[in-house]
């Protein structure tokens, strides 16, 4: 399963970006799809997740004003993120658990990570 992630850029405190994340490969499910981000010199944290029954979970510290969706058909995943602060700058990546299947049928279960994209948040 191939994650293909799009949408960072430079925007100013109390702007918005949206995130978008495609999942792509040869018979596979998907279950949770989250964002996570890592800051210059911090550890990569969990921002939102979302299973494929439309259960969340967000960082405390985006709460209110980060949004995750996910179009089930498309195996697609967004980050809507608002009120941006200039502490929500770091390289964002997606991340898909995913079941696929081989050609003689056995399942194989994984963790999938796009590759990163930067988020910039000027004060």
């Known amino acids: 399963v191939q994650l293909q992630a799009s949408g960072g850029g430079l925007v100013q405190a109390g702007g918005s970006l949206r995130l978008t994340c495609a999942a792509s490969?040869?018979?596979?499910?998907?279950?949770?799809m989250g964002w996570h981000r890592q800051a210059p010199g911090k550890q990569r944290e969990l921002v939102a997740a979302i299973t494929s029954g439309g259960s969340t979970n967000y960082a405390d510290s985006v709460k209110g004003r980060f949004t995750i969706s996910r179009d089930n058909a498309k195996n697609t995943v967004y980050l809507q993120m608002n009120s941006l602060k200039p502490e929500d700058t770091a390289v964002y990546y997606c991340?898909?658990?995913?079941?696929?299947?081989?050609?003689?049928?056995?399942?194989?279960?994984?963790?999938?990570w796009g590759q990163g994209t930067q988020v910039t948040v000027s004060s």
């Open positions: 490969g040869r018979r596979f499910s998907i279950n949770t």
């Open positions: 991340e898909a658990d995913s079941l696929s299947w081989t050609d003689e049928g056995t399942p194989i279960a994984a963790r999938n």
